[in-house]
Nanobody
């Protein structure tokens, strides 16, 4: 059974940092591309950052480039999202997702077939 469990969300002030974690089980971690998406009430779930299954490619949405970093720990089967210089517009529920073979587009929501339950990030001004 595939499980993705996010943690690390919370309430911070603008300019501060958070690190989200997503523990993955039930699938061969090193063969899955992983990504973070976020969603606010009434809006679609949007891509934030992704890392390819081979680990050599990372991809970010423009609004987080230079502030967020996605990484993974193969030994811990965990993917991280380091978020620096947070802004109020980063407030959302953050979800991690996994995409196995055959691989889809790294930034495409439809590529991912396994999802976590989400963790709330709130950034106050």
């Amino acid at each position: 059974q595939v499980q993705l469990a996010e943690s690390g969300g919370g309430l911070v002030q603008a300019g501060e940092s958070l690190r989200l974690s997503c523990a993955v089980s039930g699938l061969p971690f090193n063969m899955y591309s992983l990504a973070w998406f976020r969603q606010t009430s009434g809006k679609e779930r949007d891509f934030v950052a992704g890392i390819s299954w081979a680990g050599g490619t990372t991809f970010y949405t423009d609004s987080v480039k230079g502030r967020f970093t996605i990484s993974r720990d193969l030994a811990k089967n965990t993917v991280y999202l380091q978020m620096n210089s947070l802004k109020p517009e980063d407030t959302a529920v953050y979800y991690c997702a996994a995409d196995g073979p055959p691989y889809g587009t790294l930034g495409g929501r439809s590529s991912y077939d396994s999802w976590g339950q989400g963790t709330q990030v709130t950034v106050s001004s």
